[in-house]
């Protein structure tokens, strides 16, 4: 079930350039629990963003990019530990799955406010995406945001988006810590990142890019209106 889930969202992230989080990680949080799923998400996505920016460092926008994860590392990643930290898991649930089906639904809608543009937008957008990465284990909306409302074509936000995946996972899974899993489960995450980036490179050529996103986003919404549920279940 663990691997089986790492792969898809392996396969996601490397079909559409964007998706892991959204995807896997309200079935991780549901399998593992709220802490050690989104630690665990935070590892493989910082993982896989490493390795998707081996090719494509070269086209990071560092000008535009430090003040994004300056935000992120210095200032709402330990907020978003502490929140998560603290919650009930019901609660932390409800938090969760509300977090992700209201940052799927806006990037759906394609939001456009003057807010996100220039450094001031970019330090929001990295701020939003620290606290949400590391308290949900999805920091990825708020920087697709600020590269849409700053016009950046999809060759320009994917090599950004994985430079701000790296750091920021990083500095999650450096306040979040490691998860505590045993080897045959690290083997199954290992072997479903590496098969789910295989089988996302091939469907890559295939699916059509638009197709593929709004999938990844109705997946997203699924995964996020069921943890959703289980926590307002586990309230009542």
């Known amino acids: 079930m663990l691997g089986g889930i790492v792969l898809l969202g392996s396969c996601v992230q490397w079909l559409t350039g964007m998706g892991f989080a959204l995807v896997a990680v309200p079935a991780l949080v549901l ?18 963003c490493v390795v998707g920016l081996v ?45 992700v089906t209201v940052a799927v639904v806006v990037v759906m809608r394609g939001a456009r406010l003057p807010a996100l543009r220039g450094t001031r937008g970019a330090v929001a957008a ?12 999805v920091g990825g909306p708020p920087v697709s945001l600020y590269a849409l409302n700053a016009g950046w074509t999809v060759r320009e936000f994917v090599p950004n988006a994985l430079f701000y995946g790296v750091v ?3 500095f999650s899974v450096a306040s979040n810590g490691v998860p505590h899993l045993g080897s045959a489960r690290w083997g ?14 091939v469907l ?33």
């Open 188 to 201: 199954a995450v290992v072997t479903g990142m590496v098969v789910g980036a295989s089988v996302g490179r």
């Open 55 to 99: 090719g494509g460092w070269r086209r990071v926008r560092l000008r535009a990019m430090v003040p994004l994860c300056l935000a992120a590392a210095l200032l709402t990643v330990p907020v978003g530990s502490w929140v998560a930290r603290r919650l009930p898991p019901a609660e932390l649930l409800v938090f969760m799955g509300a977090l």
């Open 126 to 137: 990295g701020a939003a995406g620290g606290f949400m990465n590391s308290a949900a284990g």
């Open 31 to 48: 399998l593992l629990g709220p802490a050690q799923g989104v630690v665990l998400a935070n590892c493989v996505a910082g993982a896989i």
């Open 204 to 236: 890559a050529e295939r699916v059509p890019e638009r197709r593929a996103r709004m999938l990844v986003l109705l997946l997203a919404l699924t995964g996020g209106l069921t943890t959703l549920g289980k926590g307002l279940w586990g309230l009542g």
């Open 168 to 170: 920021v996972n990083a």
